[in-house]
């Protein structure tokens, strides 16, 4: 797996990845991940994916991360 680059972001860590003819776009925040796997022939260059990374994705991407920490507190307490 090779890392192509980051996406800055105030909210959480981007990182992009290339392996297996996918990019691979893992944001992280505290204990949590998400990682979005996407076909090489979707996009049609590295920037073209970068610029899907939005906003309101990111935005989208937070309140999974809430929804997950929320979830997560459920099971251990």
Known sequence: MRVI???PSNQCKITIFHWNEKYLVKFEL???EQ???VDEYEVAD?????A????DFIKVVMQ?????HEDWGKVIN
Do not use: H, N, Q
């Open 64 to 68: 999974r991360f809430d929804a997950m």
């Open 5 to 7: 680059g980051e996406i």
């Open 30 to 32: 505290g204990l949590y």
């Open 35 to 37: 990682t979005y796997k």
């Open 52 to 55: 899907l990374v939005s906003d």
């Open 46 to 50: 590295e920037e073209a994916l970068k």
